[in-house]
C-alpha cells in the first residue's frame, strides 16, 4: 500500500492547496475500498487516474465544498484567501532548510549511484589509500597532473630507473604501457602493478597471462563463460603473439587512465625503452614522498578534481545571468535592507552549489552531458534565486504573497497595468509594473506604518 | 434554464449515481471506467451543480472500522439532465437498471 500512498501524494501535489487535503482524503478512502475490492482491482492504474484527476482540478479551479464535515489540518488563511504557489518556501528557514535537504539528497545519490560513485570514489577506499601517480617533474603537459585523464609521461627506461632509486622507500610501485594489440587496447604491465591493485594474479605459464577487463571480455570473446586458461592471438607492434586467458576482472574494477580491454603480464625488462606509459605507487604509511625527480598526485583525489571543471561551469553560469539581464537595485527591495537579505542569497547559491553539481553528476556520471547540465542548471538556479529573492519582505526576508493585478482597462488600454503583492505580516506592500508606465517604471516598495497592524493578525 | 448536454460517458456516471452507486469507485465498477475518467467527470457534474457530494458521518465510518467516505447525490437539476439525456441514450436504462426500479 505504500506504494500506492505515495503515488496518491504525488499527485496531491498538482492539486491547488486549499483543496489538497478533501481530494487526498477521498483518494486514500478510495484506494482503502479499492484494496478490499475481492475482484483483485489493478490498484496501480487505479492510483495513477488521481494524476488526471488531480490535473482537471488544478487546471478548472475549485469545485463546491462538500456538506458534512471532514476533519483536516485546515491552512492557517481563511476560505478564499488564495495561496501562491512553492508556499513551503515561504519563510527564510523553510527555503534554506528546502534547499538543504535538496543538497543531502543530491550528494547522498552521487556517492550511492555507481555511475556518480564511479567518478568521486576512483577505486576502493583501502586500494586507493596512499596510491599515486607520478609523472616527471619537468612534465608539463596539459592534464600531467589529472589522474582521471593524463597523458603517458614516464618511460621504461625512466621508470626502471626510478625503481632502482627509490628502491624500498615505496610500499610498493607499477608501471604499464597502453599499445594497441588489433583493435584491442591492452595495457602491458608487470605483476607489481596488479598486486599494487590488490587484483589477483594468475600463476605463472607458458606464455604470458592476459587479464581481461569486463569491457575487453565482452568485446573479445562474447561474454563467454569458459575462457580461463584458453590462449589466443594478439597482433602486437613485435608481431602476432600467443597469451593466456588468466581471468576477467569485474566490472569497474579498473578505473585508472586509458579504458583498456586487458592486461598483459610481462617482464618489465621486456618492454621496449622509449615507450611511455603510467606509474603507480603506493607511499609508506608515513605519507612521506622519496626524494626523486618525479612529482605525485593522490589517485584519491581524482573525484575531488574531476568536480572541479563541473563547479566552474557552474560558477560561470551563475556570472552571466547577471551580465545579461537587465536588473536594477529596485528589483530586490530585499537587498537594498541590510546584510540579513545578502546573507539569504549568499546562503541560497552556497546550497544550489552541490544541488546542480551533483545533481549533473546523478543524471549523467561521466558523460560530458554532465557539463551542459551543469552549466543550464547554475543557469536555471541562479534566475531562480534571484525571482525568489526580488518577492521577499526586506524587513522579515518572507515571500511576499497574495499578488493582486491592478489597473483599469477602460482607463489605460493596458488591461492590468499591474501587481501588488503584500507581505503578511504587514511589513509593505511591493508595486511591480507590467509594462513600465511614465508613473511607474520600474517595481516600488512601500512600507506599511503601525496604523496598518490591525489588519495583521 | 438551458438544457445541459451530457457525454455519454458523464450521462452514464448520472445514471450510476441515480441508481445508487452513490461513490467513485462504485461508479467505476457498474460502468467500467477508468478511475481518471469517473473522479475529473464526477468534478465536473459537481461543479455544474448536477450532483452534490456529502462526507458521511465519523460515527458510521468508525463503526465500519473504515475511512470516512465522499456520497454522490443528484440534485434536483441533476435528474432534470438525467431525464433529458435517457431520452437522447435509451440505451442507457437498460445498460444501468437502477435499484428502485429493480425493488418494485
Redesign the interface.
Known amino acids: 500500500m505504500r506504494i500506492h500512498l505515495a503515488i496518491l501524494r504525488g499527485a496531491a501535489l498538482l492539486v491547488p492547496e486549499q483543496q489538497r487535503g478533501e481530494w487526498l482524503?477521498?483518494?486514500?478512502?478510495?484506494l482503502?475500498?479499492?484494496w478490499q475490492?475481492p475482484h483483485g482491482m489493478n490498484l496501480l492504474?487505479?492510483?495513477?487516474?488521481?494524476?488526471?484527476?488531480a490535473l482537471?482540478?488544478r487546471r478548472?479551479g475549485p469545485?463546491?465544498r462538500?456538506?458534512?464535515?471532514?476533519?483536516l489540518d485546515v491552512p492557517a488563511f481563511p476560505d478564499g484567501f488564495p495561496e501562491p504557489p512553492g508556499t513551503f518556501l515561504r519563510s527564510p528557514v523553510q527555503c534554506l532548510s528546502f534547499l538543504f535537504g535538496a543538497a543531502v539528497v543530491c550528494t547522498v545519490l552521487a556517492f550511492a549511484l555507481p555511475w556518480a560513485r564511479h567518478v568521486l570514489m576512483p577505486v576502493s577506499d583501502p586500494v586507493a589509500s596512499g596510491l599515486v601517480m607520478l609523472s616527471p617533474a619537468g612534465y608539463n603537459a596539459a592534464n600531467a597532473n589529472d589522474p582521471m585523464n593524463p597523458y603517458p609521461s614516464v618511460s621504461v627506461a625512466q621508470f626502471r630507473s626510478l625503481r632502482d632509486e627509490t628502491q624500498g622507500q615505496f610500499a610498493g610501485i607499477g608501471f604499464y604501457l597502453p599499445e594497441y594489440m588489433g583493435n584491442f587496447l591492452i595495457a602491458r604491465t608487470s605483476r607489481g602493478l596488479l598486486e599494487l591493485l590488490k587484483i589477483r594474479v594468475p600463476q605463472d605459464g607458458d606464455h604470458p597471462a592476459l587479464l581481461l577487463s569486463d569491457k575487453g571480455w565482452r568485446r573479445l570473446l562474447h561474454g563467454d563463460p569458459g575462457v580461463a586458461g584458453r590462449t589466443i592471438r594478439l597482433r602486437g607492434r613485435d608481431g602476432p603473439r600467443t597469451v593466456r586467458i588468466g581471468g576477467v576482472l569485474a566490472e569497474n574494477q579498473w578505473r585508472l587512465p586509458e579504458d583498456v580491454d586487458g592486461f598483459l603480464i610481462e617482464n618489465p625488462a621486456t618492454l621496449p625503452s622509449e615507450d611511455k606509459g603510467f606509474v603507480l605507487a603506493r607511499l609508506e604509511k608515513s605519507g612521506a614522498f622519496p626524494h626523486c625527480a618525479f612529482r605525485y598526485v593522490r589517485v584519491a583525489s581524482r573525484g575531488r578534481r574531476f568536480l572541479l571543471p563541473i563547479m566552474t561551469v557552474f560558477f560561470v553560469s551563475l556570472l552571466l545571468v547577471p551580465l545579461t539581464t537587465a536588473f536594477s537595485a529596485a528589483s530586490f527591495p530585499s537587498l537594498r535592507m541590510g546584510a540579513r537579505g545578502w546573507a539569504l542569497l549568499a546562503a541560497k547559491i552556497a546550497l544550489l552549489l552541490p544541488i546542480v553539481c551533483f545533481g549533473a553528476l546523478d543524471l549523467a556520471g561521466i558523460s560530458p552531458l554532465v557539463l551542459d547540465l551543469s552549466f543550464f542548471g547554475g543557469i536555471f538556479a541562479m534566475r531562480w534565486a534571484l525571482s525568489d529573492q526580488a518577492r521577499r519582505c526586506p524587513v522579515c526576508l518572507r515571500l511576499l504573497e497574495n499578488p493582486v493585478r491592478i489597473g483599469q482597462s477602460s482607463r489605460t488600454f493596458l488591461e492590468w497595468h499591474g501587481t501588488e503583492l503584500v507581505c503578511l505580516q504587514g511589513h509593505g506592500l511591493l508595486h511591480v509594473p507590467e509594462p513600465a508606465s511614465i508613473w511607474f517604471t520600474e517595481q516600488r516598495w512601500m512600507d506599511l506604518g503601525p496604523s496598518w497592524s490591525e489588519l495583521f493578525p | 434554464m438551458t438544457e445541459l448536454k451530457l457525454s455519454h460517458t458523464a450521462a452514464m456516471i448520472l445514471k450510476a449515481i441515480d441508481a445508487g452507486h452513490v461513490?467513485?469507485?462504485s461508479v467505476?465498477?457498474v460502468t467500467g471506467l477508468?478511475?481518471?475518467?469517473?473522479?475529473?467527470a464526477t468534478?465536473?457534474l459537481?461543479?455544474d451543480g448536477l450532483i452534490?457530494?456529502?462526507?458521511?458521518?465519523?460515527s458510521i465510518a468508525d463503526a465500519g472500522q473504515?475511512?470516512?467516505?465522499?456520497y454522490y447525490t443528484l440534485t434536483r437539476s441533476g435528474r432534470a439532465t438525467l431525464e433529458a439525456s435517457e431520452k437522447r441514450y435509451p440505451l442507457l436504462a437498460r445498460l444501468m437498471p437502477s435499484e428502485k426500479a429493480e425493488t418494485a
Request: aromatic residues 18%; charged residues 35%.
Open positions: 482524503a477521498e483518494w486514500k478512502s478510495e482503502w475500498h479499492a475490492e492504474t487505479f492510483c495513477f487516474g488521481s494524476f488526471r484527476d482537471w482540478l478548472e469545485v463546491p462538500s456538506y458534512g464535515v471532514l476533519h | 461513490y467513485g469507485f467505476m465498477e477508468a478511475s481518471g475518467t469517473v473522479y475529473p468534478r465536473r459537481e461543479r452534490r457530494s456529502k462526507w458521511e458521518e465519523q473504515r475511512p470516512l467516505r465522499k
